[in-house]
């Protein structure tokens, strides 16, 4: 028996985010000022992706995560309203002009105090980090050429129990489309395969958005 996930309509889609967590109003305002940046937009995660990511840091019982990619910053406001009290979030980012608009949505939703914003290469950023596993949590949603790179550095600092996520894993489907064989889709392949084969983890890829990989320290 095929027992394949239903295919996502967008009326369906529609029916999904209308019976989920909403959007507050600060949310609501950055999907809206971050839509208006165009194509680029689409790099933004959906409300329904955000939702399940603020229960899933609540869940978790995060106090320290550690996203990769932060655009306009709403994954990264989604994650800092589910962390402990006293807990925090490292975003790395090579943007100043995009991680500006998130800075101004982060001070109105209460929780600039919870992010430490670094700007610069995020593979430099994740190799300063203390050598010890102690990252509760950690999300991925940057350049796919370095996902692999990314993956490995937080990995070896994640703690047991602890949990990555990892956005665009189906890549608008074309993961499966031998005809397509860019440098972003080779990416995507590659680290798919790498993930699903480690023993250091337990992975469930789920068809969230454009595809979002959790996996489970062991």
């Known amino acids: ?110 929780v600039a105090d919870r992010i430490d914003l670094r700007i610069g290469p995020a593979i430099e950023t994740l190799r300063s980090l203390p050598k010890e596993r102690a990252v509760d949590l950690g999300f991925i949603d940057a350049n796919k050429s370095g996902y692999l790179e990314y993956y490995e550095e937080l990995v070896a600092r994640l703690r047991p129990d602890g949990v990555l996520l990892v956005d665009n894993v189906l890549w608008s489907g074309r993961v499966i489309d031998s005809e397509v064989n860019d440098d972003d889709t080779a990416a995507i392949r590659t680290f798919n395969d790498h993930l699903a084969a480690d023993p250091r983890v337990d992975v469930v890829m789920l068809p969230i958005g454009d595809g979002l990989t959790f996996a489970r320290m062991k």
């Open 1 to 110: 028996m095929n027992r394949s996930s239903i295919s996502v309509t967008p009326e369906l889609h529609e029916y999904i985010l209308e019976h989920s967590a909403q959007p507050d109003a600060v949310q609501r305002s950055l999907m809206e000022e971050t839509a208006k940046l165009g194509r680029v937009s689409g790099m933004q995660i959906g409300p329904e992706q955000g939702a399940f990511m603020t229960m899933l840091t609540r869940l978790v019982g995060a106090s320290f995560a550690v996203e990769v990619g932060t655009f306009t910053g709403y994954s990264a406001m989604c994650i800092a309203r589910g962390l402990a009290t006293g807990g925090r979030l490292i975003c790395c980012d090579v943007s100043n002009e995009w991680t500006a608009i998130g800075r101004r949505y982060w001070e109105q939703a209460g």
